[in-house]
Nanobody, 122 residues
Framework: VQLQASGGGLVQAGGSLRLSCAASERTFGRYGMGWFRQAPGEERKIAAAISWSDGPTYYADSVKGRFTISRDNAANTVNLQMNSLKPEDTAVYYC????????????????WGHGIQVTVSS
């Protein structure tokens, strides 16, 4: 599975960004998907995850109420809508796919896209 992320950039605090990840796999609907982020000097951590067929979702406490993960299986895409952005959201963001139904740990993911930079200025 090849994953191509887009939508990163620079935004002021309080603003919004929408990340998208396009997958090459025709059976995209059989993969759980996740968005991870890695700030400088820190480990990669999950931001949000979504199961097969637009089922259950998971959000890190730090993004709950501000970020929304969604998927469009017909278009082979997963999106991360990020609202009320804070400077601490600044990181490189990665989308990932798991052959499992759902995963909230990076070890559970099998495929990774390239990272895209999100910078939130204060």
């Amino acid at each position: 599975v090849q994953l191509q992320a887009s939508g990163g950039g620079l935004v002021q605090a309080g603003g919004s960004l929408r990340l998208s990840c396009a997958a090459s796999e025709r059976t995209f609907g059989r993969y759980g998907m996740g968005w991870f982020r890695q700030a400088p000097g820190e480990e990669r951590k999950i931001a949000a995850a979504i199961s097969w067929s637009d089922g259950p979702t998971y959000y890190a406490d730090s993004v709950k109420g501000r970020f929304t993960i969604s998927r469009d299986n017909a278009a082979n895409t997963v999106n991360l809508q990020m609202n009320s952005l804070k400077p601490e959201d600044t990181a490189v963001y990665y989308c990932a796919a798991t052959r499992g139904y759902f995963a909230t740990n990076s070890r559970g993911y099998d495929y990774w896209g390239h990272g895209i930079q999100v910078t939130v200025s204060s």
